[in-house]
């Protein structure tokens, strides 16, 4: 049996924006990461405020887990406003996703069989 992992979702200090991750390790410490400035492009950019969740999930799923609530919040919020999972591009000028990287859902070219 592999050892659980932790899935959560931080809300950022940019509004209605939010990041969606896993770790494998101490949450603590990962979320100290975040919270610091040096967790991931994403929160280095919109900043941290606030933990809205986070849960043990099995290692096995925890992919898909992490995808199917990144498209939980991105049905809520707009795909442009949540980073995580599958979807953790950033670009250098801003926000924009490229179309490969967006779900056909939102428009984009990118065929997602999860969430």
């Not at 967790?39 to 919109?46: A, I, L, M, N």
Request: net charge positive; charged share 25%.
């Amino acid at each position: 049996m592999s050892p659980p992992c932790t899935l959560y979702i931080i809300k950022c200090v940019s509004p209605r924006t939010f990041y969606v991750g896993t770790t494998y390790r101490h949450k603590k410490k990962r979320l100290d990461e975040h919270f610091e400035g040096w967790g991931c492009k994403w929160t280095q950019r919109h900043g941290c405020r606030s933990v809205v969740a986070a849960f043990t999930v099995p290692l096995e799923t925890s992919s898909q887990m992490e995808n199917e609530v990144w498209m939980h919040y991105a049905r809520i919020y707009g795909h442009e406003r949540v980073r995580g999972g599958d979807v953790t591009f950033v670009g250098r000028q801003g926000d924009s996703l490229p179309d490969w990287v967006v779900p056909q859902e939102f428009g984009g070219t990118r065929i997602v069989h999860w969430g």
